[in-house]
């Protein structure tokens, strides 16, 4: 399996506690390409994103990332890949600005670069005025803010972002969508997020991709009408197939 760039997951499963959570999973997120990732609470995609970062082991299938494989991805390749899963990067006694400055360090940006990408990160998310904060101070949307530069601020390829927008105010949303929209234009970032919000990624994504019961069930074009009932019918069948089985 080879891939230049971008995210290849192929065969993906992976019990937890026993318990199936993905089932034969494939996803091919493209360079140049903002791919979503939805699906209802518990379907999996949080454990299938931990996966595509090498974060959790599947029990079958395997993931290239960034051109390796992920078990075995050196420095060069994670320089090259930004994530924010659950939890924002943030460590609360460091200010917003030290947080992303240490992202950029860990990421192999030198120290002036560094300081540089680190201010850009922080004007570009509209951060400016916390950036000498404490993080741990910060309300829940300014401090996914910040781990959002954290995680976008050494400039990445390859971009892996569950539910960036859960804490956002519309501006933010805005704001988000444009630079994942520049990363794809100016440097074929491979962008994979995953959301609740129909609309927001009907506005964000170039594909979509439906996870239900840990299984890939469908994709949904981005811009055609009644997304959300769409969305639902795949459910629904997969649901009705899945009890004649
Ligand atoms: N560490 C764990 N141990 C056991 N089961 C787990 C673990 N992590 C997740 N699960 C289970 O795996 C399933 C998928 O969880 P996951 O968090 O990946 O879903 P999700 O689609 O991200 O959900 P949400 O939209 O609610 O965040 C759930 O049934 C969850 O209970």
Known sequence: MTTRAGIKAERISKALDGLPVLDDVSLDVEP?????LIGLNGAGKTTLMRILLGMLKPDRGSVMLAGSPVSGAGALPWSRVGQMLETPFAYPELSARE?????????????KTADVSTGHALAALGLDQYAAKRTGTLSLGNRQR?????????????IVLDEPTNSLDPRGVLVLR?????????????????????DEVARMADRISVLHRGRIIGTLLPGTADLERRFFDLVLESDVQGQEQ
């Open 32 to 36: 140049s390409q903002v791919h979503a």
């Open 99 to 111: 947080n992303v400055y240490s992202s950029a360090r860990l990421h192999g940006m030198d120290r």
């Open 178 to 198: 444009r630079l994942l929209r520049d990363a794809c234009r100016d440097r074929r970032a491979a962008v994979l997020v995953s959301s609740h919000h129909l």
């Open 146 to 158: 910040v781990g959002l530069a954290a995680a976008l601020v050494h400039a990445p390829n390859v």
